[in-house]
């Protein structure tokens, strides 16, 4: 009868013959130097780029330790609503405004608790299955500042509606996006009456759309179409039981502009005349955002996206900027995220549009 082999701790081998133990140790080797060579091409920038599905959990639960990583249903479809990325650039003969002092600024500052009093700044809205956030980030800082500069004697919010429906050609094209900067401009020109969420009532022109699937804190909301909404249409009057009239319910700005790309002069613009909007590059990792301090890692671009920044501070050593989403409260932390600041990481501090209001 055969029988397997025995192999014995004995160091004795035959003389010109390796022992089975440095066989099994040169093996061992071997395979440890596959796995970091594929590991080594994995952290190549090309490669990483290309990641998708759960390989790109894999790598960013590995090679990433500032967000916590997992995707949610408002981060899956928000995703499908960005603007294409032509909305980020800067319109031609449009200057940037440089806020320039000698002020020490505080590590950290949050607009939420510098105006408590400004129902607006902790107001998380919700665009639904449209583009719209570039007017809807517009809409959102404008309201801020409407009630900052004001000394919260103005503390409204307005239409993300009234711009998105009646700002038209010049402002893009609406549920497929727009630039946030023409949203500015229109309040300057033609003015925008009151709004707030989807049949938000005591309010001029609410949002045309209900938030997609059950949405936690939000009364009205149900399945949504399998494409985009398409743009609602201008109505110049205010929703039944309002008690003014559209013209006469009209906020205007005094300014529009583009801040200086320069991390500094966007928080001293914060700092004294509250929130700004900014417009980004986003990426497939921006989908696995569950919260921390977002920093754009691996996968592809996949459009763009129009937020408000409200404040910044520092934690273990990174500094970063606190944005307010348009996705929902169910989004990242409670609606908002942080991202790192400085680095102008995914062109965050490239595009940043604010302005002045007639108070």
Not at 136 to 143: I, L, Q, R, T, Y
């Amino acid at each position: 009868m055969l029988t397997a082999p025995i192999f014995t701790t004995s160091t004795k081998t035959l003389p010109g013959t390796t022992s089975p133990t440095a066989i099994k140790m040169l093996l061992y080797l071997l395979l440890i130097q596959c796995v970091l060579g594929a590991q080594n091409k994995a952290l190549s920038l090309e490669e990483a780029e290309k990641l998708t599905g759960t390989e790109l959990v894999d790598y960013l639960k590995t090679h990433q330790t500032l967000f916590e990583v997992g995707e949610t249903p408002a981060s899956v479809e928000g995703m499908k609503h960005l603007m294409d990325s032509k909305y980020t650039k800067i319109p031609a003969n449009v200057k940037r405004v440089k806020f320039e002092s000698d002020e020490e600024l505080p590590e950290r500052f949050d607009a939420r608790e510098r105006w408590p009093r400004c129902k607006s700044i902790t107001y998380i809205r919700d665009q639904s299955k449209c583009g719209s956030c570039w007017a809807v980030a517009a809409a959102e800082v404008m309201s801020d500042r409407l009630c900052v500069q004001s000394n919260g004697r103005k503390n409204v919010h307005l239409s993300d509606t009234d711009i998105l429906a009646c700002c038209g050609e010049p402002c893009g094209e609406g549920c497929e996006g727009g630039w946030p900067y023409k949203a500015w401009k229109f309040l300057q020109e033609y003015g925008v009456v009151t709004g707030g969420h989807y049949r938000e009532k005591n309010v001029c022109l609410p949002y045309s759309f209900h938030p997609c699937g059950n949405k936690t804190g939000q009364p009205y909301y149900g399945e949504c179409p399998s494409t985009r909404y398409p743009t609602p249409k201008c109505r110049h009057r205010c929703q039944y039981g309002y008690p003014f009239e559209y013209p006469q319910d009209k906020y205007y700005g005094r300014s529009a502009y583009y801040i200086e790309n320069n991390e500094k002069m966007i928080r001293q613009a914060i700092m004294k005349d509250g929130p700004v909007g900014a417009a980004f590059d986003v990426y497939e990792d921006f989908r696995q955002y569950k919260g921390g301090i977002y920093k754009h890692t691996a996968g592809k671009q996949t459009g763009s996206h129009a937020v408000k920044i409200l404040g910044w501070g520092k934690e273990n050593g990174t500094d970063y900027w606190i944005l307010a989403n348009s996705w929902g409260v169910t989004f990242g932390e409670q609606g908002y995220f942080r991202m790192v600041r400085g680095e102008n990481d995914c062109k965050i501090e490239e595009e940043i549009t604010a302005g002045d209001l007639i108070v």
